[in-house]
């Protein structure tokens, strides 16, 4: 395991503190006015990437309470793989130069229901989405059963692909200079949980 940077686990600390107050209902982003934007007219220095899904509930400034030019964030739906969504986290990293990509998937995600309902089958139809799925079934099988499981371990499989499938990002992790957080959204308690084994090294419990 490589050496986590402290301004990713700083950052991942801050957006977990953020977490915790949109869940006790004490929302109090701040830099969401014009004012902000304007500031940030001329150029943007975002705390972390987010990758995320399209889903309507799955609002990544909202349950980080994030304002304007804090979250570079990439939504697609369930934060399935392609190029254009990989380069869109590679300039995130390269040009914008931040130290902490957060991977976040969430319950009930339809892309799950979905690949669950037509596996093994590959269709014209949402043919991109579902492969990116599909691996992942097909490396535990149980995970056809629980929604919610397969959302996890697609969260997992996704930062294995970037790893192998981006030089820019993987440099960036061997160079200490980047940490894949891997999250995962529950509906009900509004709660963002870490997947990552390796922060259990991490003292997390003062955020
Ligand atoms: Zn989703």
Known sequence: MNNIPSTSIEILKRLLRGNKQFIQGKYEAKNITIETLKELSDHQNPHA???S?????????????AGIGELFVVRVAGITLGLNVIESIEYAIKKLHTPLLLLLGHDNCGVMEYAQKTYP???????AILSSVYPVIENDKTALNDENKLAKLHTLWVEKYILNHSRIIKNAVLNNELYIAKCHLCHNSGEVSLLDDNLEKIKLEDI
């Open 49 to 51: 990437c987010v990758l």
């Open 53 to 65: 899904c399209s889903d309507s509930r799955v609002v990544p400034e909202l349950i980080f309470e």
């Open 121 to 127: 089958d590959i269709k014209e139809d949402f043919k």
